[in-house]
């Protein structure tokens, strides 16, 4: 509770202080999380990685920025057709999908010179990281899912850095390549490869416990305000 306090003061900081004293960004890419230490003895395996960040000059300091940036990556899913009891006439059958994700919630402080075509930066990154076992059940035929399932949640506090290089086409568009670094506490979360789905569509998994260390590489595009 501690680590998500610290997060949010941080981000209730910089969210309150800042003030636009030059140009913005908001950006986003999609790439690789590679998990490191810990983390990848217990995965295995890269994961798809997604990513967006938002930043702005700090009142007089342009070059200084503060601002957000956000992650999404796949750990794993997986899909089993289940018998199904619901109101809808000829229908009893349905899929049972289960999804491993991570989210990333970080509030980062950016250094990065303003005005310039190629523009490097680099950025300090703190916050906490989500890992979540999810189950839901849809059928064809029926609009949205018939039910969702909340199986297995932790979060793990998280410090980092970020570096990347923006080149800037006109005054709006820019394209980007970025890497992140994660330095994240312990989690438990569903072991990707162990998850089950039985006929009765009942799932199980067995949970390991890790510190939870990532790169991520990504490139993207993204807009100046």
């Not at 140009?23 to 890419?29: D, F």
């Not at 899913?77 to 000829?90: F, M, S, W």
């Amino acid at each position: 509770m501690r680590s998500i306090a610290l997060s949010f003061v941080l981000f209730t900081t910089v969210a309150t202080h800042a003030q636009l004293g030059g140009r913005g960004s908001l950006g986003g890419g999609i790439g690789l999380s590679i998990p490191t230490g810990e983390f990848r003895d217990a995965l295995g395996k890269n994961l798809f990685h997604v990513n967006a960040h938002m930043a702005y000059p700090l009142g007089r300091l342009p070059f200084l920025q503060g601002g957000l940036a956000f992650g999404y990556s796949v750990m794993g899913d997986n899909d089993r057709t289940v018998p199904v009891t619901t109101q809808y006439l000829g229908i009893n059958e349905g899929t049972l999908t289960t999804r491993n994700k991570v989210f990333g919630y970080h509030a980062l402080l950016r250094i990065s010179p303003l005005g310039v075509r190629i523009r490097p930066y680099a950025d300090g990154l703190v916050g906490f990281r989500q890992f979540r076992t999810t189950s839901k059940v849809t059928a064809d035929g029926v609009e949205g899912s018939l039910s969702k399932e909340a199986n297995q949640s932790d979060l793990a506090f998280s410090v980092g850095w970020a570096a990347g290089v923006m080149v800037t086409f006109g005054k709006l568009l820019y394209v980007e390549a970025r890497v992140e670094r994660f330095n994240s506490g312990e989690a438990t979360y569903a072991d990707p490869e162990s998850v089950t789905i039985s006929d009765q569509g009942n799932v199980g998994f067995s949970r390991l416990t890790s510190r939870t260390d990532v790169t991520n590489v990504t490139a993207g595009i993204g807009l100046l305000f």
